[in-house]
T-cell receptor, first 112, second 113 residues
Framework: QKEVEQNSGPLSVPEGAIASLNCTYS??????FFWYRQYSGKSPELIMF????GDKEDGRFTAQLNKASQYVSLLIRDSQPSDSATYLC????????????FGIGTKLQVIP | NAGVTQTPKFQVLKTGQSMTLQCAQD?????MYWYRQDPGMGLRLIYY???????DKGEVPNGYNVSRLNKREFSLRLESAAPSQTSVYFC????????????FGDGTRLSIL
C-alpha cells in the first residue's frame, strides 16, 4: 500500500463547477497535510496546508481533513480553466524533522 | 526574491558522463531536499539534508551523491549517468519544522542518451 494515494485522473469538470480532489494516507501519526498545484512543465507551488480536523478555507479553495478516516481533500469552487493542472497531496511523515511523502497527483481539467 | 534557484535548467548527457546539479536558497531554511519526478511516479525523494552538515538517503538514492556545501547550497551529483536517470529534478527547502511547507525550485530537465 502506498503511503499517500491519489486518483491520477484526469478529473474533468465544467467551468464554474466545484472540483473535488481526494487523497488518502496510511500513517495514522501523520500531522501535516499540504496541497500543491503543478502546471505542466512547471514546479509544484503550495496552495494550502492543514493540520487540524475540519475545513480550512482560502478564497476559492477549501481543504478538508479527517484524521479518523485518514483522508484529506481539496475543493475548488467556481473552477476556472486556469485551475487546470495537476494537484499533489503531500503528507508529513512522523519523525524528528520535516519530510513529506507526495502522492502521484490528480490531473484536473476545467472545461470552458 | 529568488527563493530556490536551480542550475542548469536543461542538460543533455551521454551515458557514463558525470555532472552536478546546483541548488541554492535564500530563505535561511535549515532543510533541503532533492526529488526526481517521472511520469506516473510522482515526486520521489533522492536525498535530503535536515540541517547544515547532515545528509541522508531518501527513497531512491542509488546512483547519486549530495553535498550540503553550506546552509544555502545543496548539490546533487551523478557520477556515471545512466538512461534511467533521465528525469526532472527538483530541489526544495523548508524551515525543517514539521508543519511548514517545502518550497520548490524551477527544476532541471535532464536527459541521458
Amino acid at each position: 500500500q502506498k503511503e499517500v494515494e491519489q486518483n491520477s485522473g484526469p478529473l474533468s469538470v465544467p467551468e464554474g463547477a466545484i472540483a473535488s480532489l481526494n487523497c488518502t494516507y496510511s500513517d495514522r501519526g501523520s500531522q501535516s497535510f499540504f496541497w500543491y498545484r503543478q502546471y505542466s512543465g512547471k514546479s509544484p507551488e503550495l496552495i494550502m496546508f492543514i493540520y487540524s480536523n475540519g475545513d480550512k478555507e482560502d478564497g476559492r479553495f477549501t481543504a478538508q481533513l479527517n484524521k479518523a478516516s485518514q483522508y484529506v481533500s481539496l475543493l475548488i469552487r467556481d473552477s476556472q480553466p486556469s485551475d487546470s493542472a495537476t494537484y499533489l497531496c503531500a503528507v508529513n511523515i512522523v519523525g524528528g524533522y520535516q519530510k513529506v511523502t507526495f502522492g502521484i497527483g490528480t490531473k484536473l481539467q476545467v472545461i470552458p | 526574491n529568488a527563493g530556490v534557484t536551480q542550475t542548469p535548467k536543461f542538460q543533455v548527457l551521454k551515458t557514463g558522463q558525470s555532472m552536478t546539479l546546483q541548488c541554492a536558497q535564500d530563505m535561511n531554511h535549515n532543510s533541503m531536499y532533492w526529488y526526481r519526478q517521472d511520469p506516473g511516479m510522482g515526486l520521489r525523494l533522492i536525498y535530503y539534508s535536515a540541517s547544515e552538515g547532515t545528509t541522508d538517503k531518501g527513497e531512491v538514492p542509488n546512483g547519486y551523491n549530495v553535498s550540503r556545501l553550506n546552509k544555502r547550497e545543496f548539490s546533487l551529483r551523478l557520477e556515471s549517468a545512466a538512461p534511467s536517470q533521465t528525469s526532472v529534478y527538483f530541489c526544495a527547502s523548508s524551515t525543517g519544522v514539521y508543519n511548514q511547507p517545502q518550497h520548490f525550485g524551477d527544476g532541471t530537465r535532464l536527459s541521458i542518451l
